[in-house]
């Protein structure tokens, strides 16, 4: 097995910023976020979990699709500029909810900006080696990882196990000689979740519980803020204003971040509204990550992160929803 030494994790960053936008988790207060890197020794590879994930460096919050002129020569402007970008430090959780945008945005009819960044990035996780008080990803089954990364890293105490996932990442790690032939690192497994959820025929499940008195006892406490939406790995909804001149002869469409469970999602010409009340609004997106989504793609659509939790100010836990369903 290949493996690099952490004495030598800042010269392979500096080495990576020659050719890469690079993004890794650095410390901010209290907690932890992705962000560009300036100085290689801001980079913390040992930690919990970040605020955010990485969703937004493929999926910006905000971005303009397109943008036209209507003048002497008809000007059209949407394709996405991209730049070589490598992230570092992200958890099996993360990568796996990437494979999740994957699936939403590269299926059926590929979306040009998200295909773009995806084609123009370098993913470097690094494994967890504990649990933080929020997450269940060993119920889901994203603690660990077979596909999706360049390159792996299993924290061995003063080295780390380099687990090669493409041609990309095998080309990268013979260009730079900091790494080393050593013994095969065995990868961590999770032990000690406070959370934990049974997955077995739960799409099912959910469906069929449907009118369940419990939708109502955790919709009544909502507050539609959306906080669980935006913190979300995998929540891919958008939606698109177009901004114009007063003589519509030039203009812009930009799309940005939406979410199920705020009051305007679903409303409709007219003052329609489809899911007018936050139980319903909740009972979506819950239904969506754990039975809408597997049933079209196979995958569940949630990783398992906890972030959800973490922020809702009403403490509503999403395995408390199922493992009360469940019964």
């Known amino acids: 097995m290949r493996v690099l030494y952490k004495k030598e994790l800042f010269s392979f960053i500096e080495r990576l910023k020659e050719s890469y936008r690079v993004v890794a988790p650095v410390k901010k207060d209290a907690e932890y976020v992705f962000d560009d890197i300036e100085d290689a020794e801001d980079v913390i590879l040992e930690y919990p979990t970040t605020i955010l994930s990485a969703k937004e460096f493929f999926f910006p919050q905000k971005e303009v699709i397109l943008e036209y002129d209507l003048g002497e020569t008809i000007q059209l402007k949407s394709t996405p500029e991209v730049e070589e970008i490598c992230l570092i430090g992200l958890h099996p959780c993360d990568i796996h909810a990437l494979l999740r945008f994957d699936e ?39 603690d660990t990882i077979k596909e999706g990364y360049d390159l792996m890293l299993i924290d061995d105490g003063e080295k780390y196990g380099v687990e090669i996932g493409s041609k990309e990442g095998e080309e990268l790690v013979n260009s730079i000689n900091l790494f080393k032939d050593e013994e095969e690192i065995k990868k961590p497994r999770l032990k000690g979740f406070v959370r934990e959820v049974d997955t077995d025929k739960l799409p ?43 003589e519509f002869n030039s203009g812009k469409r930009e799309r940005f971040w ?18 007018a009340d936050r139980t319903s609004r ?46």
């Open 282 to 327: 909740l009972k979506q997106r819950i239904l969506h990550k754990f039975s809408y989504y597997p049933e079209r793609y196979g995958n569940f659509g949630c990783t398992g992160c906890g972030r959800c939790i973490n922020v809702c100010p009403s403490d509503i836990d999403c395995t408390r929803i199922i493992n009360m369903i469940r019964g």
């Open 104 to 142: 939403a945005y590269l299926t059926f009819k590929p979306d040009p900006f998200y295909e773009a960044r995806r084609k123009n990035s370098l993913i470097i996780g690094v494994y967890c080696t504990k649990p933080n008080e929020f997450c269940f990803c060993g119920s889901m089954g994203t």
């Open 204 to 246: 099912e499940i959910m469906m069929k519980e449907y009118d369940n008195k419990i939708w109502n006892y955790f919709g009544e406490r909502c507050l539609g803020c959306g906080k669980c939406v935006f913190i979300c790995p995998t929540c891919y909804c958008y939606n698109v204003v177009e901004d114009t001149d007063i």
């Open 258 to 275: 939406d979410g199920c469970v705020l009051t305007d999602f679903a409303a409709v010409a007219g003052g329609g509204n489809f899911r």
